[in-house]
């Protein structure tokens, strides 16, 4: 793929005298319209009537609805999909649940996955119950013993994948990884190991072993469940240029190369990878070898798209800023979240293409969320709660809204965490749902038509089509 880049992105290019005068200065708060999914504090519909305490990184199905694990002020752990919860680790039989890792997946016809522990040891759990635990033999292998499983995730038809650990006797120690896929998580010896630690993949002539760790926790899946894109790290070569992109069977960029041919800066650990049913790939990191002022970025299919010290959308990268999680949809949309510290950040949209890119801001840090549609804003954004390391942190489908967990400080409740759905539309309203411009009977004809279910018509973002969608369209209404 061929992007010309940083289209609507300009780099500052100041002479010395003047540039305080011409460098921007910190993004203006706004009022952003938002939907209010769940937060700490309230008792969510299908929990066991205590209050949500902990609210973990937020997934989206291809119907554009919600998917988190969290925890209850009881001690239950939770798993919410739609409009509330649809399992809790205590519905289990026979054995017991504990814990819930932050990663997880939802299906479009109602299935999950995450990770507990069963009877305390680790474990894969879906909509039909067990997945896959230590010490159990690895589907399809000989003498392979899973060892650890984390990870998971879910396609929106309901593949499930995730990484287990590797043993060569049941309960013994973990030699390696393996990237785990059950297209029915209702049969589990239905699951494949993909890859693994050992396997050597053959590139440009040379042989390449992935190593013990090889198989990275951060991974990409494409929504019709068939693009993979991987962060292998191979055994033998220098630590400096171990980690290898694998995309659909073939190796790309690798650490310690130029990022383009004569570059001086280059490649450096992978943190982050995203897929489209396309085959376009996301990766985002730091380079090395370059100014570690402009270090961070996002990149498609190996070329840089945005990187620390642009200023997008009049908000400026500066040193400092990190890219914390981006994710792709097949819409040819990217979402990212950079942050400065704790003190500074934004959630962007950059939209690609034959004729480029472009990139704004969608919320940042110190932002208004407005989450009933009426002008006025009811919390402050004081983080976004991402991580590449715990879990991703955007839920993103190809509906035009994201999912993200934040922190908010609002003035009746103080500071809470929260799931909240961002709309991608820009200055649109949501309720334009046929795109035309204008809210009107056309919109309430589609919204009445997916009353009491899912998807577009549901404004608020709550996982369900109702009053509450109703009065945000017709307070938006133009006639």
């Known amino acids: ?61 291809g119907l554009g609805d919600a ?51 069963v009877d305390g040891d680790d474990a894969v759990w879906s909509q039909a119950g067990l997945l896959q635990r230590e010490p159990d033999p690895i589907p399809g292998t000989v003498q392979i013993w899973s060892s650890f499983n984390s990870r998971p995730t879910m396609a929106p038809n309901g593949t499930a994948f995730w990484v287990t650990g590797l043993a060569a006797t049941p309960g013994g120690s973990t030699y390696g990884r393996g990237f785990m896929r059950c297209d029915d998580p209702t049969n589990p010896q239905n699951s494949e190991l993909v890859i693994a630690s ?49 995309v659909n069977g073939t190796l790309r960029e690798r650490e310690g190369d130029p990022i383009s041919e004569g570059a001086i800066e280059k490649w450096g650990a992978f943190r982050g990878v995203g897929i489209d049913n396309e085959g376009t790939y996301l990766s985002f990191g ?66 690609f293409g034959p004729g480029g890119t472009t990139t704004r801001a969608l919320v940042s840090i110190g932002d208004q969320l407005d989450f009933d549609g009426d002008g006025v804003g009811d919390a402050t954004l004081t983080d976004f709660n991402v991580s590449s390391v715990v879990g991703p942190g955007i839920g993103l489908s190809n509906q035009p809204w994201a999912f993200t967990t934040v922190s908010v400080d609002s003035p009746e ?38 009353w009491g279910g899912r998807g577009l018509p549901d404004l608020n973002g709550d996982g369900v089509v109702n009053g509450a969608d109703l009065a945000i369209l017709l307070s938006d209404w133009t006639g």
């Open 198 to 246: 050992g396997d050597a993949i053959e590139e440009g002539g040379d042989f390449y072993e992935i190593g013990t760790i090889g198989i990275g926790f951060a991974y990409g899946t494409s929504s019709d469940a068939q693009g993979l894109v991987l962060i292998l790290k191979m055994a033998g070569v220098p630590t400096t240029s171990d980690d290898f992109l694998y």
């Open 413 to 450: 409740l103080g500071v809470i965490d929260a799931v909240i759905r961002v709309p991608l539309s820009g200055g649109d309203s949501p309720a334009d749902l046929n795109g035309d411009g204008v809210v009107n009977g056309a919109d309430l004809t589609i919204l009445l038509s997916g």
């Open 286 to 351: 730091p380079l090395t070898g370059g100014d570690a002022a402009t270090s961070e970025y996002v990149a498609l299919d190996g070329e840089i798209i945005v990187r620390e010290g642009d200023v997008v959308d009049g908000i400026e990268l500066a040193s400092g800023y990190a890219v914390r999680w981006a994710a792709i949809n097949d819409e040819h949309q990217v979402v990212h979240v950079w942050e400065s510290g704790s003190t500074a950040g934004t959630m962007f949209l950059t939209e």
């Open 67 to 117: 998917g988190f694990t969290g925890g209850l002020e009881s001690g239950e752990r939770f798993v919410w999909s739609g409009a509330g919860i649809v399992w809790m680790n205590g519905l289990a039989k026979g054995v017991v649940l504990t814990g819930a890792e932050s990663t997880m997946g939802i299906s479009d016809a109602g299935g999950f996955v995450y990770s507990p522990a």
């Open 1 to 61: 793929m061929s992007i010309p880049l940083h289209q609507t992105i300009r780099r500052l290019a100041c002479p010395t005298a003047a540039f305080l005068i011409c460098l921007p200065g910190p993004a203006a708060a706004q009022v952003v319209e938002v939907g209010l999914v769940a937060r700490t504090g309230e008792v969510a519909p299908g929990g066991d009537g205590t209050a949500i305490s902990t609210l973990n990184s937020a997934f989206s199905n």
